[in-house]
């Protein structure tokens, strides 16, 4: 079969992004121009701006990502492109350029949903992953226990009722005035911890639940602050990470390792932003293989937002023949599975 070479265009929250993938699983090139400095000084980041910032980059990051494959756009064939869930505005600048250039160039269109693509991740670091597997996709936006039991079949087993995990690292950060995002510096400042100085809370659903809940997590470090802070006690910020860290990975690695032995699945694949932490790249991986399951993890830069992903994801449904027309909008709370063929 005839090498395949898709286009990817990701811009769902405040990186704009460019790739081209082969087959799904080599990647050609993979643009990321992140806003990350913009957002910063705002403690997250602000949707209007992350529109405005892709509307100025899609067009270079697209032509850079092209001249770094060595191909022109008259090779591609199709453009992939996350349509949801993420910021509206931001999505609506990425779906707009594909499908310009889709209609100039009469070339097929293919719509990712963001996790989707976040999975798909693996099948760019892991060339011989296939399905079937259990996958934990742990973001800023989204906590999903995932069962893939094809590239194109995924049900969802569990997901978070409140916050999401990064979401709850990048809160916490910027209560201790560490800045945005919160995950690499508070992976960072754990390492230097204590993770038994405090015992912050787990919380766990009746029932056989693999939901999580990361609010009261959020509050109890947030109270333990404060009163630290009345008190004029001096806040020990590694013992505090650490704790905090050690709460999260605990729930997010307990449910994962439940699921996958429920299901008879000897395989996880971790997912999204949080699967850069390298305490539950450690824990998941040796606690897996203790109970003889094999864990996988991207190489970092694919974890965080990037349009290889996206590629990658995309590549199947191009196999599938699912493909989007012009009218394709951007959907900000898409669920995964929904808008397929
Ligand atoms: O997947 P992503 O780039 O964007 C979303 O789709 O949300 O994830 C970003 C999130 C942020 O909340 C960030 O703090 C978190 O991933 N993150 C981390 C680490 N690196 C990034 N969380 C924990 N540990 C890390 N090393
Ligand atoms: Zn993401």
Do not use: W
Request: glycine share 8%; aromatic share 6%; hydrophobic share 45%.
């Amino acid at each position: 079969m005839k090498d395949i070479f898709i286009l990817g265009i990701e811009s769902s929250c405040d990186e704009t992004s460019a790739a081209v993938v082969v087959n799904g699983r080599k990647v050609l090139s993979n643009i990321i121009a992140s806003q990350i400095d913009l957002h910063a000084e705002y403690g997250g980041v602000v949707p209007e701006i992350a529109s405005r910032k892709h509307v100025e980059l899609i067009i270079p990051v697209i032509d850079t990502a092209l001249k770094e494959a060595g191909i022109t756009l008259e090779d591609v064939d199709a453009i992939a492109v996350t349509y949801g869930p993420g910021l509206v505005g931001a999505l609506l600048v990425g779906v707009t350029a594909a499908k310009a250039v889709a209609a100039a160039l009469d070339k097929p269109l293919i719509k990712v949903h963001h996790i989707e693509g976040h999975i798909a991740a693996n099948y760019i670091s892991h060339p011989k992953l296939k399905p079937p597997y259990i996958g934990l996709i742990a973001s800023g936006g989204h906590s999903h226990i995932v069962h893939v039991k094809d590239y194109l079949d995924i049900e969802i087993l569990g997901m978070t009722r409140d916050d999401a995990a990064g979401e709850v690292f990048d809160k916490i950060a910027r209560v201790l005035g560490l800045g945005y995002p919160g995950g690499p510096v508070i992976d960072k400042q754990a390492k230097l911890g204590n993770r038994k100085a405090v015992r912050f809370p787990r919380v766990n659903f009746p029932g056989g639940s693999y939901d999580f809940s990361f609010s009261g997590l959020k509050t109890a470090v947030i109270n333990h602050v404060n009163q630290a802070r009345q008190k004029g006690e001096e806040l020990n910020i590694p013992d505090i990470c650490a704790s905090f860290q050690q709460a999260v990975v605990d729930v997010l690695v307990d449910h994962t390792l439940k699921a996958a032995k429920n299901l008879n699945v000897n395989k996880i694949v971790l997912a999204g932003g949080v699967a850069a932490n390298s305490l539950l790249r450690e824990t998941l991986k040796s606690k897996a293989q203790k109970i003889g399951m094999e864990a996988l993890y991207p190489t970092p830069v694919l974890c965080t937002d990037n349009a290889a992903m996206i590629a990658s994801a995309g590549y199947y449904s191009f196999l599938n023949d699912d493909f989007a027309d012009l009218t394709l909008n951007a959907v900000p709370s898409l669920v995964i599975g929904e808008g397929r063929k």
